[in-house]
């Protein structure tokens, strides 16, 4: 089974689905959704095989497949993955079905036509898949500038009333972090042409050159502002909570849980095993940002009114998180930065979902326009704040795992950055509980008032997306979590606790691909920190 050609499977069926969505007729709405619910399911069932093909003891890329692609320029269309890849792999496998379903009854206004969303979120299925599987870096850069294409459009024609500003501005920060590692790519590619007599962009050939340190630190920095504003790391990350605020739903799920962590992953794959000198010098700046990242967007979150640029300042003191974890280099804290990848798309994609759920039924994304949820949606509010609990990482909620062995792993080398990081865990519960709160208990208020309540319906800050739902009711009329509502959330429900309770399964899957990596920046993997010489970069 190992021989099937798994990733480029996974790569060609949503593309496929999304051309055979685009092209059914306008009156084959259903059908289109129906598709595309069966195309995603099909993906999540290769992963899954793909899993159990994997062989944690054996090589470190394994269900590879090459083909030539621009032998000119020494460029294959090359895959493989590792463990951390393969888990990025099950997670876009899982999110893309539960943000089908909650997508089911949205309709979209205008002359706009759902067959058109369904036919992009294929489509940035399979760019997804191809960025995690790419081992050929040329390759994986026309997947990270590829997939900015789908998601420009869900936001741009199906997001909020602010989603053309939100769009462009998504779409020029990520391009032009891409352009910045474009040349560095070309850089890698003359150094390499240099040292071997031919150019390359295979990866396992390109992690065996000997670069300069003063080049590597040019090289180093321009994958790393690609990665940092893609993950987003602060200052970079100014465009995540609009893009957040006015995607729809599931896109904002997709978003945060999954292209966010191309960043945080390419910290992984290229530039500690590319970069290894310049990674370990650089190190201490990029762990100042991280922890601001985790300070100062855990007390914006506070300051929010709305519901989802509130979840999406909380991605990025997760990222903050994560990005400690990879730059403390040790196997411990690394390894819990890629549980925290997976775990934080998982609580943060049900806390986006549960946050659309209300959304659906009151009309508004501002939290003052609610109160007194929970007597009338019990389901929901406790869905709502078993997500809120994943997010805040309590014990025995997946993200528990992963924060703990993020700081345990990073005390022992960075103690002062830990310390600050543990802060924004006492201000995660502020922002996560008070939401609830204010949201779920208390008189009702705003648009869920009762009629002869004076507060206007809107709230002063209701918002009316492309993707529209049924018209908000009033308290007395607030529904519960339907059939439908309920199937959606129970995957992430199941994994949020059930890799809250036992996580060795996707501990085993990434530690092999993380002591790798370690090992290329010169940490031991045992977990100490990188070993220097006493000039301190060879």
Avoid at 82 to 93: E, H, P, V, Y
Avoid at 300 to 329: E, N, P, W
Avoid at 451 to 480: E, F, I, M, Q
Wanted: with cysteine; glycine share 10%; charged share 10%.
């Amino acid at each position: 089974m190992a021989d099937f050609p798994f990733l480029l499977v996974m790569i060609a069926v949503p593309a496929v689905g999304a051309a055979v969505v685009a092209a059914l007729p306008p009156a084959r709405e259903a059908l289109a959704r129906r598709l595309a619910l069966a195309v995603s399911l099909v993906v999540l069932l290769l992963a899954v095989l793909a899993t159990v093909a994997f062989d944690v003891g054996g090589d470190r890329f394994q269900l590879t497949t090459s083909v030539a692609w621009i032998p000119d320029f020494g460029v294959d269309f090359a895959l493989g993955v590792d463990g951390i890849a393969l888990s990025m792999l099950l997670l876009i496998g899982v999110l893309v079905p539960v943000v089908v379903g909650a997508s089911w009854q949205e309709t979209a206004a205008g002359t706009r036509s759902m067959r058109t969303y369904w036919a992009w979120l294929l489509l940035l299925e399979s760019m997804m898949v191809g960025v995690f599987a790419a081992t050929d870096v040329f390759l994986f850069y026309v997947f990270f500038e590829a997939m900015l294409v789908p998601m420009y459009f869900l936001i741009g024609s199906f997001g909020g009333p602010n989603r053309q500003y939100a769009a462009v501005k998504f779409f020029l920060y990520s391009l032009l972090g891409g352009l910045v590692m474009l040349a560095s790519v070309i850089g890698l590619y003359v150094v390499s042409n240099s040292q071997l007599g031919e150019g390359t962009f295979a990866f396992d050939a390109l992690r065996q050159l000997e670069i300069d340190p003063g080049v590597q630190k040019l090289l180093f920095l321009g994958f790393f502002v690609a990665f940092a504003i893609k993950a987003p790391l602060v200052p970079f990350h100014t465009w995540l909570p609009d893009a957040g605020a006015e995607a729809p739903i599931g896109s904002a799920v997709l978003l945060v849980g999954v292209l966010d962590k191309v960043g945080t992953f390419g910290f992984l794959r290229y530039c500690l095993p590319l970069f290894p000198d310049a990674a370990r010098d650089l190190a201490p700046w990029v762990l100042v940002l991280a922890v601001v990242g985790v300070l100062y967007a855990a007390l914006l979150a506070m300051g929010q009114s709305d519901m989802k640029r509130l979840v999406s300042y909380t991605s990025i003191a997760h990222f903050g998180f994560i990005a400690l974890g990879i730059f403390a280099f040790s196997t411990e804290a690394a390894t819990g930065a890629v549980l925290y990848m997976v775990n934080h798309g998982i609580a943060t994609g049900l806390l986006f979902i549960v946050v659309g759920m209300v959304i659906v039924r009151g009309g508004s994304r501002q939290i003052r326009d609610y109160g007194g949820l929970a007597a009338k949606a019990p389901l929901l509010a406790g869905v709502f704040l078993l997500a809120g609990l994943a997010s805040l990482a309590l014990p025995g909620t997946n993200s528990f795992v992963s924060e703990f062995l993020v700081l345990l792993g990073s005390f022992p080398s960075e103690p002062v950055f830990t310390i600050i990081a543990t802060a924004g865990i006492v201000l995660a519960a502020l922002y996560v509980l008070l939401m609830y709160q204010r949201v779920f208990h208390g008189p009702p208020r705003g648009v869920l008032a009762p009629p002869d309540d004076a507060v206007p319906a809107t709230g002063g800050g209701g918002s009316t997306a492309v993707l529209t739902a049924p018209a908000p009711a009033r308290t007395s009329l607030v529904r519960d979590l339907s059939r439908r509502e309920l199937a959606v959330v129970a995957p992430l429900v199941a994994l949020v606790i059930g890799l809250g309770v036992y996580p060795q399964p996707l501990i085993d899957l990434v530690t092999p691909a993380v002591e790798a990596t370690m090992s290329d920046v010169g940490a031991d993997p045992g977990g100490s920190t990188p070993a220097t010489t006493d000039e301190g970069t060879d």
